[in-house]
């Protein structure tokens, strides 16, 4: 059985801030949550296995999916399928966000199967398809990347947060999942304008994966 522990954003806001140089577990974990009560945004650490987008890059579907939007409702956005090596140990998420349903408890696929989570974890190395799935060393870095909102791409970004994930196997010896998951879509269920300044641990700091569907953040608007 997979604990849950949840806590309100002033906690959450004080996590994040420990982890040092990674600024994009800043705008993944808390970027954002505006002022709302803390029972909108259940956020919780979940144990177990999870896959973790933060370093992908996605690819367009042409389907659409269906996300939950803060505060009641739900809301559709175009597709994308992005593969993501999978971790074991400790994630955070919302529980109420992506297309997660309150619980920590493993996604059910839709062939019947028990799928994985998307979550979030500070790691300054991740296996990426840009690198050949390489799970350590240099080819394994993913710093974090600011794309600019004057490149006009904040619609492109792809938001796996919280997200349900299949089709898991292994590429050289590292075990991904294909997690599914909306493009152009905050982290409120809300559109994401393309003048968007954002961050992503993608693309190991080559500005052309700002247009390659990466896993992203968004930034406020007053960064250039």
Request: glycine share 10%; proline share 9%; charged share 10%.
């Amino acid at each position: 059985m997979k604990r849950e522990s949840t806590f309100g954003i002033g906690h959450v806001c004080r996590f994040s801030t420990v982890m040092v140089g990674l600024v994009v577990s800043l705008l993944i974990l808390t970027a954002v949550r505006p002022a709302t009560a803390a029972s909108d945004h259940p956020l919780a650490f979940c144990h177990g296995y999870f896959a973790l987008c933060a370093a992908s890059t996605c690819k367009p579907t042409g389907r659409k999916i269906k996300v939950n939007v803060t505060g009641g409702g739900t809301a559709y956005f175009p597709e994308a399928d992005c593969t993501c090596p999978i971790f074991s140990g400790q994630g955070i998420t919302d529980l109420s966000a992506g297309n997660m349903q309150g619980s920590c408890e493993p996604p059910v696929t839709p062939d019947g199967s028990v799928g994985i989570w998307s979550y979030y974890a500070p790691r300054s190395h991740i296996a990426q398809a840009i690198t050949g799935w390489v799970p350590t060393g240099r080819k394994a870095l993913a710093p974090p990347m600011l794309c600019s909102k004057t490149l006009n791409l904040g619609s492109r970004t792809v938001n796996c947060f919280a997200f349900a994930c299949d089709q898991q196997t292994y590429i050289n010896g590292v075990p991904v999942a294909t997690c599914h998951c909306p493009i152009g879509e905050s982290f409120d269920g809300t559109p994401v304008p393309p003048h968007t300044t954002f961050d992503t641990q993608a693309g190991q700091e080559d500005q052309r994966y700002c247009a390659a569907y990466p896993v992203a953040g968004q930034l406020p608007t007053s960064l250039p």
